[in-house]
């Protein structure tokens, strides 16, 4: 079982990004992973008129790990992800509305540790490209596309 925290840079409680999963060692070193993953963001800003932003997502992601051979404690591994999020955010006053789904795919790269043989800490960057389709009420439909370092997260898992 996995639980994935994502945005790290910023340990506040108002933005969450994350999500949980499971893990699956299909031979020794080469593991399959899944997650659901869901992100939660409440901004209000100040001032006149005062605005407040509403924004909730949620998603899946799998993906496949190699973890190198080493006889410790510690395990760096390289792997790939695929993933899909729909997000929506509503935007006061005038309630404002902006849904926007993004596709990715990239690289994984990460370490992790094993405190004993059922409870283990990993952290990882996510290298790749993302291609997001955005439409907000009142404005032309958007289209990006990035490529680069996606995210960088904690995963705290539980091997039954």
């Known amino acids: 079982m996995l639980f994935n925290f994502v945005g790290l840079s910023a340990l506040n409680l108002n933005a969450y990004q994350g999500g949980i999963g499971g893990k699956y060692f299909i031979s020794n070193g080469m593991a399959l992973r899944g997650m659901l993953l ?48 729909n997000s929506a955010e509503t935007t006061n006053p005038g309630a404002n509305k902006t849904s926007s789904t993004t596709f990715g795919l990239g690289a994984i790269g990460g370490i992790e540790y094993f405190f004993n043989n059922n409870l283990s800490l990993s952290a990882e960057y996510q290298f790749g490209v993302t291609s997001t389709q955005s439409s907000a009420s009142g404005a032309p439909d958007r289209s990006e596309l990035k490529l680069g370092f996606q995210t960088a997260g904690l995963t705290l898992a539980a091997y039954f």
């Open 38 to 85: 869901f992100g939660l963001d409440n901004k209000t800003t100040t001032g006149t008129p005062q605005f407040t932003d509403n924004s909730l997502s949620i998603g899946i992601a799998a993906g496949l790990e190699y973890h190198l051979p080493l006889a410790s404690q510690v395990s760096p591994y390289l792997g790939g992800q695929i993933s899909f999020l």
